[in-house]
């Protein structure tokens, strides 16, 4: 199973930065993330489609909590 979230966010480098290390301690899934200058891509492959359901739950969650955060303080 595979998945590609690109979202459009106010600071693409703090998510990145926020999320690199779940990526890397994620032993069910191989995620890549990207940024660009209003967008992170983040690819998430895994074998159990039940996985993929909870990285991306789990991710876009962090996300929403970091950008609510940034409207906040920014």
Not at 38 to 59: M, V
């Amino acid at each position: 199973m595979e998945c590609v979230l690109r979202l459009e966010v106010k600071s693409p480098k703090l998510i990145k930065e926020a999320l690199l290390p779940e990526a890397k301690r994620e032993k069910s899934a191989e995620v890549k993330i990207r940024v660009g200058k209003k967008t992170i891509t983040i690819k998430i492959r895994t074998q159990k489609i039940s996985y993929l359901k909870a990285i991306i739950n789990s991710y876009l969650a962090l996300i929403n909590m970091l950008e609510s955060v940034d409207e906040v303080v920014g």
